[in-house]
Nanobody
Framework: EVQLVESGGGLVQPGGSLRLSCAASGFTFDDYAMSWVRQAPGKGLEWVSSITWNGGATYYAESMKGRFTISRDNAKNTLYLQMNSLKPEDTAVYYC?????????WGQGTQVTVSS
């Protein structure tokens, strides 16, 4: 059974940092690219960042460039998102996403709230 479990969200002040983690199981983690996607209150899904299977290439939405860093540890089957210089508009539920041969999988999400 494919499972993606996010953690690391919370309440942070503007300008602060958080590191999200996504623990993956039930598939060969290092066979697949992985992504982070978020959903702000009352809005649709927004792609945040993606990383290739070996971490050799990373991609970011324009508004996240220079502030967010995606990474992965294939030995631990874990995906990360380091978020710095957080802004109130980064408030959202952040989801880990894996597009596998057998389907498109999502975690349960972790809430990030940026507020003073």
């Amino acid at each position: 059974e494919v499972q993606l479990v996010e953690s690391g969200g919370g309440l942070v002040q503007p300008g602060g940092s958080l590191r999200l983690s996504c623990a993956a199981s039930g598939f060969t983690f290092d066979d697949y690219a992985m992504s982070w996607v978020r959903q702000a209150p009352g809005k649709g899904l927004e792609w945040v960042s993606s990383i290739t299977w070996n971490g050799g290439a990373t991609y970011y939405a324009e508004s996240m460039k220079g502030r967010f860093t995606i990474s992965r540890d294939n030995a631990k089957n874990t995906l990360y998102l380091q978020m710095n210089s957080l802004k109130p508009e980064d408030t959202a539920v952040y989801y880990c996403n894996a597009v596998l041969y057998v389907g498109n999988y999502w975690g349960q999400g972790t809430q990030v709230t940026v507020s003073s």
